[in-house]
């Protein structure tokens, strides 16, 4: 017989009765009869009941409470505006379930951490570059000429490729318009921030000297979403960092 439809109350108050059965003397099989229970959830009642007594035999509470639910995506969309404290370029999922277990004391898994970007359209995929390797397109050319001997050098010196983006995520209900700043580091591992307005030159410049500091020699970033020409600060930063190897995904990529 399924519990799966009913409510914690209602299961909790079924398996002390099947606990108070067996100490009556019935068999397995007269309990779960008299209770609508399976043979499995009276035996397993009755083993929290010889572990733990009266007090291990009710269910715990599926899921997390309400307030507490809701206190847990705030801190996350707050953590989530701001720079993490360590020199990670942006937020990964294990970072996330750190804080939340250090500063909030709640156990999260990182995968739940990823579940949640996925409800909150905050999960990105790297593009799939190597793909276009032998595309006979704009694409194709723009990765053989511009992205792979980039890559191929950063590798042989022992550095780091990245990917990354800026992408608006749009409003929804109970939360505004954000603006996405995305890392895709080793493996596709997955690292952002997010903002209420687009991010200014500072904000790229921040990610940037992460990214530099994350490294063990030079970094390569694959960016898509913004044209860094145009600013004065990012170039002149450029200039200054020719370690850092910027390639920007052209605006009408065909990919």
């Not at 749009?170 to 991010?199: D, E, N, V």
């Amino acid at each position: 017989m399924s519990t799966k439809h009913l409510s914690p109350e209602v299961l909790s108050k079924r398996r002390l009765m099947a606990v108070q059965l067996r100490l009556d003397g019935h068999t397995v099989a007269e309990t779960a009869a008299r209770t609508a229970l399976s043979a499995p959830t009276v035996s397993a009642a009755w083993k929290a009941f010889k572990e733990g007594g009266w007090e291990a035999v009710p269910v715990r509470q599926r899921g997390r409470p309400a307030g507490q639910a809701a206190m847990f995506k705030q801190a996350l969309h707050q953590m989530l505006a701001e720079s993490p404290a360590s020199p990670l370029p942006g937020w990964s999922s294990r970072a996330l379930a750190e804080w939340l277990q250090a500063h909030l004391e709640q156990s999260v898994s990182p995968r739940a951490i990823e579940h949640w970007w996925a409800a909150q359209g905050l999960k990105v995929n790297p593009l799939a570059l190597e793909a276009l390797e032998k595309r006979r397109s704009t694409a194709g050319r723009w990765y053989r000429q511009q992205v792979k001997p980039v890559q191929a050098e950063v590798e042989q010196a022992g550095g780091r490729n990245w990917q990354g983006g800026i992408r608006v995520v749009p409003a929804t209900t109970g939360q505004p318009r954000i603006y996405q700043l995305y890392l895709h580091g080793k493996r596709g591992a997955l690292f952002m921030r997010c903002f209420s307005a687009p991010p200014l030159a500072e904000d790229y410049i921040t990610g940037f000297e992460r990214l530099l500091a994350h490294a063990e020699g030079p970094v390569s970033l694959v960016f898509h979403g913004a044209w860094f020409q145009a600013s004065p600060d990012i170039q002149a930063w450029l200039s200054r960092h020719t370690d850092f190897h910027l390639v920007n995904v052209p605006a009408h990529n065909d990919g």
